[in-house]
Structures are given as structure tokens and as C-alpha cells.
């Protein structure tokens, strides 16, 4: 059993940064891949990046190449979504997830988050 507690959500003008993080608790934290996704009012959950067991892959989704940073910490069983060039359209609740399997394919019978609202002015 894991469980996960994002934090570092917040109000953020356009163009600020902001870091999430994702604490586990319970066994094995760093055999799992984790993912961030994120919801906003009125749409579907939308994936925005993996990393691999050993920190070594990530994935991004094309909305936040080049913004998004995803990393790891073993030790501390925590995973980061550092968040750069903040748009308005990054509003939205992001979760964190984790799941046994290697890629980014995340289901609802994976470990989940309650997730943290993130703000963007513009």
C-alpha cells in the first residue's frame, strides 16, 4: 500500500515558477514509476509527465516540454514537478500517481493523491 501527499500548490502570476511535491508513504517507493497529471475545471484529467524508478526517463507531454521538470529523490520518497514560464492555462488541480509499471500508463487502480490546486494569474 502507498500513499501519496502532494504539496506546493499555490497562486502564481504568469511567468513564475512554482514546485510541486509528492511524498510517499509505505514500501518499495523507489521501484514504482510516478506520474503527475492534472484537472482542470470542467475538463478531463490530462497526463503531464513520468519518471522512471530510477529517475533516469522522464516523459513530458507536449504542453509542458521545455517548462516542466519532473525528479526524484529515492531517499526521501519524493517525486518533484518543478514548474517554470507558469501560464494561465496551467490552472488546475495536479496529482501525483504511482504504478508498477514501466511508461506512462496510469490507471484509476493506481495509487493517487488527493491532489493541490495550482493558480496562474494572468
Known amino acids: 500500500q502507498v500513499q501519496l501527499v502532494e504539496s506546493g500548490g499555490g497562486l502564481v502570476q504568469a511567468g513564475g515558477s512554482l514546485r510541486l511535491s509528492c511524498a510517499a508513504s509505505?514500501?518499495?517507493?523507489?521501484?514504482?514509476?510516478m506520474g503527475w497529471f492534472r484537472q482542470a475545471p470542467g475538463k478531463e484529467r490530462e497526463f503531464v509527465g513520468a519518471i522512471n524508478w530510477r529517475g533516469g526517463s522522464t516523459y513530458n507531454a507536449d504542453s509542458v516540454k521545455g517548462r516542466f521538470t519532473i525528479s526524484r529523490d529515492n531517499a526521501k520518497n519524493t517525486v518533484y514537478l518543478q514548474m517554470n514560464s507558469l501560464k494561465p492555462e496551467d490552472t488546475a488541480i495536479y496529482y501525483c500517481?504511482?504504478?508498477?509499471?514501466?511508461?506512462?500508463?496510469?490507471?484509476?487502480?493506481?495509487?493517487w493523491g488527493q491532489g493541490t490546486q495550482v493558480t496562474v494569474s494572468s
Open positions: 509505505g514500501r518499495s517507493f523507489s521501484t514504482y514509476t
Open positions: 500517481a504511482a504504478t508498477f509499471r514501466s511508461g506512462t500508463y496510469f490507471t484509476t487502480n493506481d495509487y
